[in-house]
């Protein structure tokens, strides 16, 4: 991949930062990736759908359970029959009911209710894995820009920095002609002043560079740490073409996961149709009763035994409210389709912004690439100028701002450029770092 790189400034590092503890765009998004809690979050909720997703769930496997039931009691007998030799009457007997049993049980059919349930679990076990990968996408281009900002706030420091030399040295050439008597004390009042403001200037630039690290290492999920050092520079891709990101779109992970929640609710349409089906179901299993009792006719009476049953139910009206669930079923796939062409729209509209801005801010960095060395190069001629009493204060001071405007600009024009090129990868689901 081809690369423009737009060296922002340079000053030399001090011994004192190699101490500090240094991070690269690689680190902090390996760090955010492990740390994030949406991240694990996601992936708690991929494990759950993926665990969910059998047959067993779906209700396409047998079930089988083991009752047991044991009554002991006691009761007063008075039996009379034809044969009154036969009469009983007793008082407080004992009596023992023993019922076991296993019963197996399996769906033959319900309207394929079974094939859509699993089908839908799939599915939603594929868009939960879409939503993971969205989530990543997102953590890399929020860490990314983050990353990128403090290069930019430090770029601005380096300008800051680089002025207030100017400002030193035009403040000796100053002393060195008062004390000679060239030069009044106006000049050099002012020229303190100016340098004072720089450092000022300065002091506030390094708490914006600190609030950024703050909010880097907050994404990370790390403890703010003043120390942290970050030496880079700001590359943009230049090879990135419209076509390629309109085509990319397809597969961004929330693009697809619009689609499966299209197929999600599409299969919920064909589930709740089904209950208006007959369900057939075959039961079987084997039983064991033992009745026992102390007095009385039947002094013991047990059976067991295997069974097979065949149960068949047809629902015939409910009050129409499976008819009215299957529409309003309908209605959501209609709704989720609705919502991925918005979604699609939204995202195609975004790529063709982010592409503009790519492209119109790569054209001004040409040309600000060059204004920024010219600017160079006329604080230099000024300086040298001031220096042999050709040029004014005033013309020093206004040649350094404008090799201030002109750092500013050329940091910020880069810094957009990269912003755009991250959005229209993560659009295209091609974000790398």
């Known amino acids: 991949m081809k690369k423009i790189p737009f ?14 503890q240094k991070l690269s765009l690689q680190d902090a998004v390996n760090t955010a990736l492990k740390n994030s809690y949406d991240i694990q979050l996601a992936k708690n909720n991929l494990e759950i759908n993926t665990i969910n997703n059998h047959i067993g769930i779906a209700g396409g496997l047998p079930t089988v359970s083991a009752t047991a039931n044991d009554n002991e009691q006691l009761t007063n007998i008075n039996q009379k029959f034809s044969d009154p030799s036969r009469n009983a009457q007793q008082t407080g007997v004992a009596s023992n009911v023993l019922t076991t049993g296993v019963t197996g049980s399996i769906v033959l059919f319900n ?6 349930t699993k089908n839908r679990l799939a599915q939603l076990q594929q868009q939960s894995t879409s939503l993971l990968n969205a989530q990543i996408q997102s953590t890399i281009a929020s860490v990314m820009t983050k990353y990128y900002d403090v290069v930019r706030q430090q770029s601005y420091l380096k300008t800051i920095a680089q002025s207030i ?5 035009r403040l000796s050439i100053l002393q060195t002609r008062r004390e000679v ?4 004390n ?3 009042y002012q ?7 720089l450092m000022q200037q300065q002091q506030a630039q390094q708490l914006v560079i600190d609030l950024a690290k703050t909010d880097l290492l907050t994404l990370m999920l790390l403890k703010a740490d003043s120390s942290l050092f970050i030496n880079d520079t700001i590359l943009v891709n230049n090879n990135l073409s419209l076509d390629a990101i309109q085509a990319g779109i397809k597969n961004n992970p929330q693009v697809l996961a619009a689609e499966q929640q299209i197929k999600i609710n599409g299969l919920i349409e064909k589930e709740t149709a089904a209950l208006r089906y007959p369900t057939v179901r075959v039961n079987t299993g084997i039983n064991f009763s033992n009745n026992k009792t102390a007095g009385g006719f039947s002094l013991l009476n047990q059976s067991y035994g295997p069974f097979i049953g065949l149960n068949v139910v047809i629902p015939i009206y409910n009050g129409s409210v499976f008819k009215r669930q299957q529409k309003i079923a309908n209605i959501n796939t209609k709704s989720a389709q609705t919502q991925h062409d918005m979604l699609l729209r939204d995202f195609e509209a975004n790529a063709v912004r982010s592409y503009q801005s790519y492209t119109n801010t790569l054209q001004q960095l040409k040309t600000e690439n060059d ?12 300086l040298q100028r001031f220096q042999l009493g050709q040029a004014t204060i005033i013309d020093v001071k206004q040649a350094q701002q404008s090799f201030e405007n002109e750092g500013y600009r050329l940091v910020n024009l880069s810094y957009a450029a990269k912003a755009a090129e991250i959005s229209l ?6 974000l790398t770092f």
């Open 181 to 184: 008597g060239l030069s009044n």
């Open 425 to 430: 990868q993560q659009i295209a689901n091609k």
């Open 165 to 169: 030399e100017v400002s030193k040295q």
């Open 111 to 116: 309207g394929y209710r079974v094939v859509a």
């Open 191 to 197: 020229a303190q002043l100016d340098l004072n403001a």
């Open 186 to 188: 106006a000049d050099l």
């Open 7 to 20: 060296v922002l400034l340079g000053l030399t590092i001090t011994a004192c930062a190699f101490a500090q």
């Open 371 to 382: 204004n920024y060395q010219l600017s160079l190069k006329l604080l230099d001629l000024v």
